[in-house]
């Protein structure tokens, strides 16, 4: 029995986890992007339970990566190496799902809640070079919680040097 194999039904557990964990960062574990008057209060006082687990659950980025690269090292296992297209696809495919995300949220910032950052560039950029790297997840000046498009990406496209490299862990 190989114990690093993981099964479909146990990698969906795993996301399942990930994106409860997920929840729990966003909910709780940044109380410093709470506006007065509203303000963070622990459900037990004296400790913040909720805030350490939602502190915690930025982990969830990691186990989504983990995955992600098990994923890939699997589809090449067995002498069944995916070539460049198959890497390309899967980058192609990552950006046509945020890209919708990113217009909504460049439209939406632009006419609404465009501002000059403290570096003096435009929180949502006009310029069209700026815009295209911001599109590509090669710069991430609109929102930093997208940081992890950049990190997803670079795994997608390394896995096509990084798949084949052999590993006998017996």
């Given at each position: 029995?190989?114990?690093?194999?993981?099964?479909?039904?146990?990698?969906?557990?795993?996301?399942?986890?990930?994106?409860?964990?997920?929840?729990?960062?966003?909910?709780?574990?940044?109380?410093?992007?709470?506006?007065?008057?509203?303000?963070?209060?622990?459900?037990?006082?004296?400790?913040?339970?909720?805030?350490?687990?939602?502190?915690?659950?930025?982990?969830?980025?990691?186990?989504?990566?983990?995955?992600?690269?098990?994923?890939?090292?699997?589809?090449?296992?067995?002498?069944?190496?995916?070539?460049?297209r198959y890497y390309a696809g899967k980058a192609w495919r990552f950006l046509?799902?945020?890209?919708?995300?990113?217009?909504?949220?460049?439209?939406?910032?632009?006419?609404?809640?465009?501002?000059?950052?403290?570096?003096?560039?435009?929180?949502?950029?006009?310029?069209?070079?700026?815009?295209?790297?911001?599109?590509?997840?090669?710069?991430?000046a609109m929102a930093f919680e997208w940081w992890f498009a950049e990190t997803y990406l670079l795994l997608v496209l390394l896995s096509?040097?990084?798949?084949?490299?052999?590993?006998?862990?017996?």
């Amino acid at each position: 029995m190989n114990l690093l194999a993981v099964s479909r039904a146990t990698s969906d557990r795993l996301k399942g986890i990930a994106i409860l964990l997920m929840l729990a960062h966003h909910l709780f574990g940044l109380p410093s992007l709470i506006e007065p008057p509203a303000a963070y209060t622990p459900l037990i006082p004296g400790l913040p339970l909720e805030y350490w687990i939602g502190r915690f659950g930025k982990i969830c980025v990691a186990i989504f990566l983990l995955l992600s690269g098990y994923g890939f090292a699997a589809s090449a296992a067995g002498g069944a190496v995916p070539g460049w297209r198959y890497y390309a696809g899967k980058a192609w495919r990552f950006l046509l799902a945020y890209w919708p995300y990113f217009l909504l949220a460049w439209g939406i910032g632009v006419t609404l809640f465009q501002e000059r950052m403290a570096n003096g560039n435009l929180r949502f950029p006009v310029e069209p070079l700026d815009w295209l790297l911001n599109a590509l997840t090669l710069k991430n000046a609109m929102a930093f919680e997208w940081w992890f498009a950049e990190t997803y990406l670079l795994l997608v496209l390394l896995s096509l040097f990084i798949a084949p490299v052999p590993l006998d862990l017996s």
